[in-house]
């Protein structure tokens, strides 16, 4: 059974940095694209990257986050990870892994097979 879990999440002030990381258990990590979502209250999950499956060398990145966020992922520690920089107070939310087997990196989340429970991301302003 597959497992998808989120750590690193927590209190930061604005312009700060995080780095989450989400722990795939339970399917061969390396034929997974992986994403990061993410969901305000009050709002719908809004995709934020995503990594492609085996090299990771193709990346895709929301605009809202793009050249401040950063995706990667370590098939041999079957992880992926969101480096979170100069964050903003409406980068608040509750962040999200998901994996898509062999899939393009895309926003769709229909795409995607499994999903994490989810990291609280709260920054202050």
């Known amino acids: 059974q597959a497992q998808l879990a989120e750590s690193g999440g927590g209190l930061v002030q604005a312009g700060g940095s995080l780095r989450l990381s989400c722990a795939v258990s339970?399917?061969?990590?390396?034929?997974?694209?992986m994403g990061w979502f993410r969901q305000a209250p009050g709002k719908e999950r809004e995709f934020v990257a995503a990594v492609d499956w085996d090299t990771g060398f193709s990346t895709y990145y929301a605009d809202s986050v793009k050249g401040r966020f950063t995706i990667s992922r370590d098939n041999a520690k079957r992880a992926a990870y969101l480096q979170m920089n100069s964050l903003k107070p409406e980068d608040t939310a509750a962040y999200y892994c998901a994996a898509n087997r062999f899939g393009r990196v895309e926003a769709r989340r229909t795409e995607y097979e499994h999903w994490g429970q989810g990291t609280q991301v709260t920054v202050s302003s």
């Open positions: 339970g399917l061969t990590f390396s034929w997974y694209t």
